[in-house]
């Protein structure tokens, strides 16, 4: 229970502290931070996909589920909530934008593949029967 206690201390408290005071002290937000630290890939995509996981904001959580076709006007939207200006940013954009499609496209496929995985074989259906074939 004090475990517990100190896990959520940390999560709610100091950790949004320590953000704030960062945000402050280098003037850039988390996924600037993130972007900026970190080479493209896969460390910067997790951790990207983690801080909009975890945010308080309700747009940067649900940009993780945005089709893909939205993508592009989902990364403009978080740039005007973080008050970051494309202009003088544009890399930060093109970052976001590759890790996103990243995100929503692995997710994409991992929900295909379990509606593959559930669906039952089923012996009189031609399509089945191929597959079981090969």
Request: proline residues 4%; contains cysteine; positive net charge.
């Amino acid at each position: 229970v004090v475990t517990q206690f100190f896990v959520f201390l940390y999560c709610k408290c100091l950790w949004r502290g320590l953000k704030f005071v960062a945000r402050k002290f280098t003037g850039r937000c988390e996924l600037q931070r993130i972007c900026y630290n970190n080479k493209h890939g896969a460390r910067r995509t997790l951790k990207i996909e983690s801080s909009l996981r975890y945010s308080k904001n309700e747009l940067l959580q649900s940009a993780l589920s945005v089709h893909p076709d939205k993508v592009e006007k989902t990364i403009e939207d978080i740039m005007a909530l973080k008050k970051i200006n494309p202009d003088t940013n544009p890399q930060l954009g093109i970052s976001l934008q590759a890790s996103l499609l990243q995100i929503v496209g692995y997710r994409s496929l991992v929900a295909e593949v379990e509606k593959l995985r559930r669906e039952p074989y089923d012996c009189e259906n031609p399509e089945h029967e191929d597959l079981l074939m090969k």
